[in-house]
């Protein structure tokens, strides 16, 4: 089983403790134990056959005989216990928002209610205000919160699809009768969310390779099967799709299954106008017929409308062609430009770990400095930093740097965002901070402009250096806040506020046309991973993904800076706003 596959069933344990009323230590150390494995980078199966699941952070003797249990059966005896005591589809009605543990607890034993159209059905009937007693505004809160849950389409978040997708290619590019492999897609494209699964082949036996494809472990059901493609339906509801290739044409298949359809319907029109058809097999010449260029790599595709390699992440006809015609493709950000991590919380508020295990973990990895922005005190459910909390926070910075000036830490708050717009920030400590990231985390359903109004200003206080998850989504959980974001945009330009790329696999927030709309609006970023858990610093690539897809380069990202230039800037704005 995959770490994403175990650490759902962690979260599932957790969730039905939790609307079974166990004890809170109890239902947090099975969502710790489940973050902590679905950011790790090793497989659980390796880490077990070294003995060595105790020694991941927040996994127990306990936790760590389910874990066997699981790699072993697929389940584990707790788990089925609970499924015993409540309906599983209960957890999917504690998703929705704004329903606790204790309201899916009344649901189903004072009315039965098992499921998400079952309670639609009691909500829209009017049963739940006088069989569980709640207002009728909750009441047709639950049905809006269900009906925007349909909207959602089954596609889901890159950063839960592509370590699944990756552990497919490795099983592929192992299999026999396979040559070389590579992703196709959206998923090469790195689109933040992903409705299907494609891949590339280039085989010398394309039945063997067809073979291998079906065996994988996570295939449940073979689609369809022809000579040269396959597609089967895998265990996560997701069709996946493999097409095979000879040698001399892979270029050209990968190119075309890569995409998008604009990018390539673009590249076929220019290619028709020097007399080619371009397509999955290479380049013919239209008047005869004959294959002029197989297409053994990308590159030779794109040659034929003199153009350079493009990355795939541009490929959305967003300008990419136009640029690459002018010689003005941007140097795109990569994951060896980041110096740091600029959101990272510590167990002061609701993080793993302590500040020096952080600072370790982060100089390990190769980066230059890191920030350590806790919860401020306003958001108790996780242990908001109080205002001696977040002294005794600063002065062991402190003295941390100076035992080693090789590495800097900084120092940081996470700040709430208030429904008035002020900053829930101590002033004096400002002029402490090295980072002050501005966020919000309640009263998300303001209207659109009480939201926009609370947004600007916040940017317009000038305590505030970024915006941190400036559209609140929580892919298929919440959807964004309703805001005037060219408003916001605007406001942060006018004071130096950097937007934050939430590399978090459950936000990816900004995404790619909200980076592109802000880098055209002339504003900086900053790409975090609003780490828990120091096993979760390499989710970083994920937001490195979104940054590629909205065009930006080192010079726009303050991760990239090294910690005096990026306290140069913070002080730079900071008194530029005390002048405004």
Aim: hydrophobic share 40%.
């Amino acid at each position: 089983m995959t770490n994403n596959s175990i650490a759902g069933i962690l979260d599932k344990i957790a969730d039905l403790l939790e609307i079974k009323g166990a004890d809170s230590f109890r239902i947090r150390a099975y969502r710790k134990a489940a973050a902590e494995i679905d950011g790790l980078t090793e497989s659980l199966t390796e880490i077990q056959n070294r003995g060595e699941l105790e020694e991941i952070p927040g996994i127990g003797k306990a936790i760590a005989e389910k874990i066997e249990d699981i790699l072993e059966t697929g389940t584990t005896p707790m788990y089925e216990e609970l499924k015993g005591e409540f309906p599983e589809t209960l957890t999917d009605i504690l998703a929705l928002p704004n329903i606790g543990p204790k309201t899916v607890n009344k649901l189903y034993h004072m009315l039965g209610i098992t499921t998400i159209d079952e309670l639609e059905a009691a909500a829209r009937e009017q049963k739940l205000r006088n069989g569980i007693r709640i207002g009728a505004k909750a009441e047709a809160g639950i049905v809006t919160a269900i009906e925007s849950m349909r909207r959602r389409d089954d596609r889901q978040s890159l950063g839960i699809i592509l370590p699944v997708a990756e552990e497919i290619l490795e099983k592929l590019k192992r299999s026999h009768g396979i040559e070389q492999a590579e992703m196709a897609g959206s998923l090469r494209r790195r689109k933040d969310m992903i409705g299907d699964m494609d891949f590339v082949a280039e085989a010398y036996d394309a039945k063997a390779a067809i073979d291998a494809f079906t065996r994988l472990p996570n295939v449940e059901e073979v689609l369809e099967t022809g000579e040269s493609m396959c597609s089967v339906m895998n265990n996560l509801g997701m069709r996946m799709d493999l097409r095979i290739s000879r040698k001399e044409n892979f270029g050209a298949m990968l190119h075309h299954f890569t995409g998008s359809q604009m990018h390539n319907i673009k590249m076929r029109g220019m290619a028709k106008e020097k007399g080619l058809s371009i397509s999955e097999y290479g380049a013919t010449d239209v008047k005869s017929g004959k294959l002029v260029i197989t297409g053994k790599t990308e590159d030779e595709i794109f040659e034929i409308n003199g153009l350079p390699w493009l990355p795939p992440e541009l490929r959305e006809d967003r300008g990419e062609i136009e640029a690459g015609l002018k010689g003005m493709l941007p140097n795109l950000v990569d994951l060896p430009d980041i110096k740091c991590d600029l959101h990272v919380h510590s167990k002061a508020s609701d993080g793993a770990n302590s500040i020096p295990e952080i600072a370790e973990a982060a100089k390990a990895i190769g980066y230059q400095h890191i920030a350590i922005c806790d919860h401020s005190s306003l958001l108790t459910i996780a242990n908001g930093l109080s205002e001696d909390s977040l002294i005794r926070q600063i002065e062991e910075i402190h003295q941390l740097n100076a035992k080693d000036p090789s590495f800097k830490i900084l120092t940081g708050i996470e700040a709430d965002i208030k429904a008035d717009g002020t900053l829930d920030i101590f002033p004096e400590l400002l002029s402490r901070l090295d980072i002050v990231i501005g966020s919000i985390h309640h009263r998300y359903k303001n209207s659109a402009d009480e939201m926009t109004a609370r947004m600007v200003k916040a940017i317009e206080s000038g305590a505030m250096d970024i915006l941190g998850h400036p559209t609140g989504r929580i892919i298929n959980s919440r959807d964004a806040y309703e805001f005037d974001i060219a408003k916001v945009f605007d406001a942060a330009k006018a004071h130096s506020v950097a937007m934050e790329i939430n590399a978090s696999p459950n936000r990816l927030d900004l995404n790619d046309l909200h980076i592109r709309m802000a880098k055209e609006c002339g504003l900086k970023f900053c790409i975090n991973t609003d780490a828990h858990s120091f096993t979760e610093f390499p989710t970083i690539r994920f937001g490195i993904y979104m940054a590629r897809r909205g065009w930006l380069e080192a010079s726009d990202v303050l991760n990239t800076y090294p910690a005096d230039e990026l306290i140069s800037w913070v002080k730079s704005r900071r008194i530029v706003k005390q002048h405004i």
